[in-house]
């Protein structure tokens, strides 16, 4: 059973570049969620999908965000413009709800640097 | 609303001495509640989890979490770490009877075992 998997690891780009990232979640899960971790912070909440429906969107979620689950598989977050802000570690979770009960597991995370 | 409080940010301990990571929550309904690890430069991984049941619960490399309602804490505790546990430690709650199970961490308490 792999875990979790983003690509890329690590993404350097400049002001105002858009960048897409990818995550490949654990299979059979039908819940992938995505969260963004600024240095010294927890991670925090930006959306879910369950199967290929975005069921929720964080106030954090700008319109230049966008999230993608095509069949259900794995997902997508883009970028648009990207801002320095948006400079924070993005991490990919999946589950599998099962009897009232959901257990989140992490991929490693795609750390973006924006110059 | 949820919050976690995580009051440590920092927390130094000599190797095989006993620790405590302190964790409060806030949350005006029924909560599941998780310890995960976080080594530099990599994703989360879940150490714990409280569910229902047994308010006692235990990781398989000796970590122990109690659950306590009434004051609203769930403690991470090690009677005796090693310098392998050097990692920092995020403690999350999720509603329990809301639909999207969204994690809701504190800002993370960082472990240092010194030798």
């Known amino acids: 059973d792999t875990g979790v998997s983003q690509d890329p690891r690590h993404k350097i780009t400049k002001r105002g570049q858009n960048v897409t990232f990818r995550c490949d979640p654990i299979s059979e899960h039908n819940r992938l969620y995505w969260y963004r971790q600024t240095l010294g912070q927890g991670p925090e909440f930006l959306t879910y999908?369950?199967?290929?429906?975005?069921?929720?969107k964080s106030r954090l979620l700008s319109d230049r965000f966008s999230a993608e689950r095509p069949k259900g598989s794995f997902s997508t977050l883009e970028i648009q413009r990207t801002e320095q802000g948006d400079s924070a570690m993005y991490l990919c979770a999946s589950s599998r709800v099962a009897g009232g009960t959901d257990t989140q597991y992490f991929g490693p995370g795609t750390r973006l640097t924006v110059l | 609303a949820q919050s976690v409080t995580q009051l440590d940010s920092q927390v130094p301990v000599f190797e095989e001495a006993p620790v405590e990571l302190r964790c409060n929550y806030s949350s005006s309904v029924s909560v599941y509640l998780f310890w995960y690890v976080q080594y530099p430069n990599q994703g989360l991984q879940l150490l714990l989890k409280?569910?229902?049941?047994?308010?006692l619960v235990e990781s398989i490399n000796g970590f122990e979490a109690e659950f306590n309602k009434s004051q609203t804490s769930f403690h991470l505790r090690k009677p005796s770490v090693h310098i392998s546990d050097t990692a920092e430690y995020f403690c999350?709650?999720?509603?329990?009877?809301?639909?999207?199970?969204?994690?809701?961490f504190g800002k993370g308490t960082k472990l240092s075992v010194i030798p």
């Open positions: 999908f369950q199967n290929e429906a975005q069921l929720e």
């Open positions: 999350a709650v999720t509603d329990s009877g809301a639909g999207s199970y969204q994690l809701t």
């Open positions: 409280y569910l229902s049941g047994s308010t």
